[in-house]
């Protein structure tokens, strides 16, 4: 059985910065896509970044520049550094592992952008 737990959120000012943790358990992270989505209040999950297998990224243009998709292997975590953080990056953050079937989604983590 795959889980997957975020953690790192939190409340930071505006123009700081937060690392957000992917503890992946029952499967290797090396061996899938690895996502992270946001989902703010009364909107529709989103797409934020992915790491592939071979270690591609992928970003939203929303965030490009200011995030950044990681990963260690030999820790089995998937990581996502966000600088320059907006009032509207406000959200709760989940990271989800790409399988072939519905892969499998973190609880998430709040992450708060305000003064």
């Known amino acids: 059985q795959v889980q997957v737990v975020e953690s790192g959120g939190g409340l930071v000012q505006p123009g700081g910065s937060l690392r957000l943790s992917c503890g992946v358990s029952g499967s290797l992270v090396s061996s899938y896509v690895v996502a992270w989505f946001r989902q703010a209040p009364g909107k529709q999950r989103e797409f934020v970044a992915s790491i592939t297998q071979a270690g591609s990224f992928n970003y939203a243009d929303s965030v490009k520049g200011r995030f950044t998709i990681s990963r260690d292997n030999a820790k089995n975590t998937s990581y996502l550094q966000m600088n320059s953080l907006k009032p509207e990056d406000t959200a709760v953050y989940y990271c989800?592992?790409?399988?072939?079937?519905?892969?499998?989604w973190g609880q998430g983590t709040q992450v708060t952008v305000s003064s």
């Open positions: 989800k592992v790409l399988t072939r079937g519905p892969g499998y």
